[in-house]
């Protein structure tokens, strides 16, 4: 990733960065050929039918990926965002390394003179177009093509023959997928009597009237449920209980840390004392490092930039104000207004980045830098130069291009560079990356921005809280044990919680944020096993207890009886009213004469379509709705057992769309093939994940 990647948070080039960076490391040799055969498995984060995925590979993708959604979200670092990361790169590297052995199965390549076609020939790769596009023409560049491979072959240094070999492995993987895309749509087609059946589950209208025996007419104290019950539901939903993956069943006590009231008034006096403070200073940016819990940049900003509270005030506020303190998001906020001015909204830029280092130090960078921005005001092409000198790889293929951006997406010295110039101008400018050749393209708009020195104290809990809570904490992991678990919770009077499906990578349990090593602990421990400490988050304090181990696969009948004893329960009620129905049916020739045998009353339905089966005011009751298409007129049904009730039902009429013509009939069959390709996708992939061998590993390392 090029460092400019670093600077600015551009959300699409961050999407297509993501997903570059993971085909590439998917398609590259993973596993070092050093490593000894016993390590490789230690290492290995997961496999796919035996294509594993080595550690270092994994957390370098899921490093790269988390600053990446970092700059995206705008936020700093946090064990969310990381999360969030791994499950990302390992989702990828399921769906890619499935797809990639189905493709090699079905014999699917792509020939070295097609490979050249789609880099050179009339009709280019998306790829190739987007990394050589004129930034000041917005259209493909062939020479600046032609001109790259002639110096890759001859002048590329490893790095950058690195990443065009990783260009061309997108391509092709690209080509690859498209192959098999288009193999797979060729396979889904619509016939002329799917269509017109389609057609008339939208249009034909049912009107009908139903009688129904809801299961909560049967209380459930009168259901007495045997194994037998149990067993018979179990049987029949078996398909329904095959757990993907190793789960746990945690009971678990939470004791609360947050702050309280004392502790924001304490956070209250504290930043008081440093308004004070911060008004009599007179070295504004060394107090904000010095004090804030925030370190915001002592720079420009413009409006949106900061909370709404202090987005309100400061940029109406005299310079040399300190306002506030205002509370935002758990925390108070002071500011001094240092300076007010206008400047542009936003600016189109492209850079040239010398590796300080890699020149000889900053003041030889600097001498490179003049030297490069004198040959581009003699009228050398930027995009050239920055094709080769630039070592922002992100950017060096676009000719330097940086693309439009607001004020603070970039680094302060790069930021008030650009905001500070003029359009035309070309600027060396040092910060933290380099040293930057920047040309500022074109400048946009005209607001107000504002110097501030912005202090924030976050209200965070005191010793007195913590201690309380840790307090009783400690008490209940002193007397609790696997045995008197819920009983201990019950005598202390705390809250005893439970989830029952935790998986390896969660990182909360019902909403609330765990740390990873209580679930490290709970997938290692044995059924019944309690915690060996007290876990503890910014928050609050945990002790927890497996209570439950559910194992890959079918689970048991004793695994699911407690989470399918409703269903059970209704299926035996179904039972007891569908006697009661077909009674009150036998002998009747109207469902009217069978409501009135029973003292209920008939209800009349009107304009129901089979594609949206519904009931109004009661539930969806396809069951029930399929049965009324399937009648002829004034018909009256046998029971059918619903989702929530017993019902029995007489048709009154059918009313009958328009019979389709030809260009209808063709647009209904295109309409249904296009979603029919689009599920497809997702049902290959669903197909490939259940016969795959699939081993998940994370939890050893994250």
Same mark, same amino acid.
Request: overall charge neutral; cysteine-free.
């Given at each position: 990733?090029?460092?400019?990647?670093?600077?600015?948070?551009?959300?699409?080039?961050?999407?297509?960065?993501?997903?570059?960076?993971?085909?590439?490391?998917?398609?590259?040799?993973?596993?070092?050929?050093?490593?000894?055969?016993?390590?490789?498995?230690?290492?290995?984060?997961?496999?796919?039918?035996?294509?594993?995925?080595?550690?270092?590979?994994?957390?370098?993708?899921?490093?790269?990926?988390?600053?990446?959604?970092?700059?995206?979200?705008?936020?700093?670092?946090?064990?969310?965002?990381?999360?969030?990361?791994?499950?990302?790169?390992?989702?990828?590297f399921?769906?890619?390394?499935?797809?990639?052995?189905?493709?090699?199965?079905?014999?699917?390549?792509?020939?070295?003179?097609?490979?050249?076609?789609?880099?050179?020939?009339?009709?280019?790769s998306?790829?190739?177009?987007?990394?050589f596009?004129?930034?000041?023409?917005?259209?493909?560049?062939?020479?600046?093509?032609?001109?790259?491979?002639?110096?890759?072959?001859?002048?590329?240094?490893?790095?950058?023959r690195?990443q065009?070999?990783?260009?061309?492995?997108?391509?092709?993987?690209e080509?690859?997928?498209?192959?098999y895309?288009?193999?797979?749509s060729?396979?889904?087609?619509?016939?002329?009597?799917?269509?017109?059946?389609?057609?008339?589950?939208?249009?034909?209208?049912?009107?009908f009237?139903?009688?129904?025996?809801d299961?909560?007419?049967?209380?459930?104290?009168?259901?007495?449920?045997?194994?037998?019950?149990?067993?018979?539901?179990?049987?029949?939903?078996?398909?329904?209980?095959?757990?993907?993956?190793?789960?746990?069943?945690?009971?678990?006590?939470?004791?609360?840390?947050?702050?309280?009231?004392?502790?924001?008034?304490?956070?209250k006096?504290?930043?008081?004392?440093?308004?004070?403070?911060?008004?009599?200073?007179?070295?504004?940016?060394?107090?904000?490092?010095?004090?804030?819990?925030?370190?915001?940049?002592?720079?420009?900003?413009?409006?949106?930039?900061?909370?709404?509270?202090?987005?309100?005030?400061?940029?109406?506020?005299?310079?040399?104000?300190t306002?506030?303190?205002?509370?935002?998001n758990?925390?108070?906020?002071?500011?001094?207004?240092?300076?007010?001015?206008?400047?542009?909204?936003?600016?189109?830029?492209?850079?040239?980045l010398?590796?300080?280092?890699?020149?000889?130090?900053?003041?030889k960078?600097?001498?490179?830098?003049?030297?490069?921005?004198?040959?581009?005001?003699?009228?050398?092409?930027?995009?050239?130069?920055?094709?080769?000198?630039s070592?922002?790889?992100?950017?060096?293929?676009?000719?330097?291009?940086?693309?439009?951006?607001?004020?603070?997406?970039?680094?302060?010295?790069?930021d008030?560079?650009?905001?500070?110039?003029?359009?035309?101008?070309?600027?060396?400018?040092n910060?933290?990356?380099?040293?930057?050749?920047?040309?500022?393209?074109?400048?946009?708009?005209?607001? #107000? =921005?504002? /110097? %501030? !020195? *912005?202090?924030?104290?976050? @209200?965070?809990?005191?010793?007195?809280?913590?201690?309380a809570?840790?307090?009783?904490?400690?008490?209940?992991?002193?007397?609790?044990?696997?045995?008197?678990?819920?009983?201990?919770?019950?005598?202390?009077?705390?809250?005893?919680?439970?989830?029952?499906?935790?998986?390896?990578?969660d990182?909360?349990?019902?909403?609330?944020e765990?740390?990873?090593?209580?679930?490290?602990?709970a997938?290692?421990?044995?059924?019944?096993?309690?915690?060996?400490?007290?876990?503890?988050?910014?928050?609050?304090?945990?002790?927890?207890?497996?209570?439950?181990?559910?194992?890959k696969?079918?689970l048991?009948?004793?695994?699911?009886?407690?989470?399918?004893?409703?269903?059970v329960?209704?299926?035996?009620?179904?039972?007891?009213?569908?006697?009661?129905?077909?009674?009150?049916?036998?002998?009747?020739?109207?469902?009217?004469?069978?409501?009135? #045998? =029973?003292? /209920? %009353? !008939? *209800?009349?339905?009107?304009? @129901?379509?089979?594609?949206?089966?519904?009931?109004?005011?009661?539930a969806?009751?396809?069951?029930?709705?399929?049965?009324?298409?399937?009648?002829?007129?004034?018909?009256?049904?046998k029971?059918?057992k619903?989702?929530?009730?017993?019902?029995a039902?007489?048709?009154?009429?059918?009313?009958?769309?328009?019979?389709l013509?030809?260009?209808?009939m063709?647009?209904?069959?295109?309409?249904?093939?296009?979603?029919?390709a689009?599920?497809?996708?997702?049902a290959?992939?669903?197909?490939?994940?259940?016969?795959?061998?699939?081993?998940?590993?994370?939890?050893?390392?994250?």
């Open positions: 990733m090029g460092l400019m990647s670093y600077l600015r948070n551009r959300a699409g080039l961050v999407v297509t960065i993501i997903g570059l960076a993971i085909v590439a490391f998917l398609l590259g040799d993973i596993i070092n050929m050093g490593t000894p055969f016993w390590m490789k498995s230690q290492n290995q984060v997961g496999n796919v039918n035996g294509e594993s995925i080595d550690y270092q590979a994994f957390n370098a993708q899921v490093d790269q990926t988390t600053a990446m959604y970092q700059q995206q979200m705008g936020g700093a670092a946090s064990p969310q965002i990381r999360s969030y990361a791994v499950q990302q790169v390992w989702n990828q399921v769906s890619q390394e499935l797809l990639k052995q189905e493709i090699g199965k079905i014999g699917l390549s792509v020939s070295k003179d097609e490979l050249n076609a789609l880099v050179s020939g009339k009709n280019p998306p790829q190739i177009i987007q990394a596009t004129n930034p000041e023409t917005g259209m493909f560049d062939r020479n600046q093509l032609t001109t790259f491979l002639s110096q890759i072959s001859t002048q590329g240094t490893p790095e950058m690195q065009w070999e990783t260009l061309l492995e997108n391509i092709k993987n080509r690859l997928n498209q192959k895309s288009n193999l797979l060729s396979s889904v087609y619509v016939t002329a009597l799917e269509a017109q059946e389609e057609y008339n589950q939208r249009n034909k209208l049912a009107n009237k139903y009688l129904m025996l299961y909560s007419t049967v209380k459930d104290s009168e259901i007495k449920l045997t194994d037998a019950d149990y067993k018979a539901y179990y049987d029949q939903h078996k398909n329904g209980f095959k757990n993907p993956e190793e789960s746990r069943t945690i009971e678990y006590v939470l004791f609360d840390a947050k702050p309280t009231a004392n502790d924001s008034a304490a956070t006096s504290t930043i008081d004392q440093l308004k004070a403070q911060l008004i009599a200073s007179t070295n504004d940016s060394l107090f904000v490092v010095s004090n804030s819990d925030t370190k915001h940049p002592f720079t420009y900003i413009r409006k949106g930039q900061v909370s709404p509270a202090l987005d309100s005030v400061i940029f109406n506020a005299a310079v040399g104000t306002v506030g303190p205002f509370l935002s758990g925390a108070y906020e002071i500011a001094k207004i240092a300076d007010a001015k206008f400047s542009p909204d936003s600016v189109k830029a492209a850079h040239i010398l590796n300080a280092t890699a020149e000889g130090g900053v003041d960078a600097k001498v490179k830098a003049d030297s490069i921005k004198g040959l581009i005001q003699k009228g050398e092409s930027f995009a050239a130069l920055a094709v080769q000198f070592t922002d790889q992100g950017s060096k293929v676009n000719g330097g291009d940086l693309g439009t951006f607001a004020r603070g997406q970039m680094v302060p010295e790069f008030e560079a650009v905001f500070s110039g003029k359009a035309g101008d070309v600027v060396v400018v910060s933290r990356f380099g040293t930057h050749i920047i040309k500022i393209e074109k400048q946009i708009g005209n607001s #107000k =921005i504002v /110097k %501030a !020195a *912005i202090v924030d104290k976050a @209200i965070t809990s005191g010793k007195a809280t913590t201690d809570a840790y307090t009783k904490a400690n008490n209940f992991f002193a007397d609790a044990n696997s045995k008197n678990f819920t009983e201990v919770a019950s005598k202390q009077g705390v809250s005893l919680q439970k989830v029952d499906r935790a998986i390896a990578m990182n909360n349990f019902n909403g609330t765990v740390p990873r090593d209580l679930v490290r602990w997938f290692e421990a044995k059924k019944g096993d309690i915690s060996e400490k007290v876990f503890e988050t910014d928050h609050n304090f945990i002790v927890a207890r497996v209570s439950d181990i559910q194992p696969g079918l048991s009948l004793e695994a699911v009886k407690p989470h399918i004893e409703v269903q329960r209704n299926e035996v009620k179904a039972k007891m009213l569908t006697e009661k129905l077909n009674n009150a049916l036998a002998g009747a020739s109207t469902i009217d004469q069978a409501a009135q #045998k =029973i003292g /209920k %009353a !008939a *209800i009349n339905v009107e304009n @129901i379509v089979l594609a949206n089966p519904v009931l109004p005011g009661v969806l009751e396809p069951a029930v709705v399929g049965t009324a298409f399937g009648l002829q007129p004034n018909k009256v049904s029971s059918v619903g989702a929530q009730g017993v019902y039902v007489q048709v009154v009429g059918f009313t009958n769309p328009a019979e013509v030809a260009s209808d063709n647009n209904q069959k295109k309409q249904m093939q296009t979603s029919r689009q599920r497809s996708w997702s290959i992939y669903q197909a490939l994940q259940s016969k795959a061998d699939i081993d998940d590993n994370r939890i050893k390392f994250y």
